[in-house]
């Protein structure tokens, strides 16, 4: 029996970051979708259904929060985990985050070890509906 590999979406606009987390998750076994701005991590979200979206706070074109908002308005990625992955660290950004759906923060730079856990922690809630 194959065990079907989690597909994560990462949504950041700075290429290094994309590179770089994104060969990781790979390494780890991950399937790994990029996603450069807020619009094209909606589209994506949509046709590929990822289990996991790893969102970027400030992008171009549509940043984070409203990313969010936008994932969560619609029945297609309303239920999908997304992990805030971003350098703002003050309560405020933090705060609008979760109180706007996001399931885990995460502040760059970062443990990769952590971000991982927070990942597992995604899927497992997602696989308990």
């Known amino acids: 029996?194959?065990?079907?590999?989690?597909?994560?979406?990462?949504?950041?606009?700075?290429?290094d970051m994309t590179r770089i987390i994104g060969k990781s998750l790979e390494i780890s076994g991950y399937e790994v979708i990029v996603a450069n701005d807020g619009v094209e991590c909606i589209s994506k979200a949509?046709?590929?259904?990822?289990?996991?979206?790893?969102?970027?706070?400030?992008?171009?074109?549509m940043d984070?929060?409203?990313?969010?908002?936008?994932l969560r308005s619609s029945k297609r990625t309303e239920d999908i985990?997304?992990?805030?992955?971003?350098?703002?660290a003050d309560e405020d950004s933090?705060?609008?985050?979760?109180n706007g759906g996001a399931d885990?923060?995460?502040?760059?730079?970062?443990?990769?070890?952590m971000l991982l856990a927070r990942i597992t922690m995604a899927l497992e809630s997602r696989s308990a509906w």
């Open 81 to 88: 985990p997304v992990i805030i992955v971003t350098a703002l």
């Open 1 to 15: 029996m194959k065990v079907k590999t989690a597909k994560i979406l990462l949504a950041d606009d700075e290429p």
């Open 104 to 113: 885990s923060y995460v502040v760059k730079p970062f443990d990769y070890e």
């Open 46 to 61: 949509r046709c590929e259904q990822p289990d996991v979206i790893l969102l970027d706070n400030v992008m171009p074109n």
């Open 94 to 98: 933090i705060a609008k985050a979760l």
């Open 64 to 70: 984070g929060p409203a990313t969010l908002e936008k």
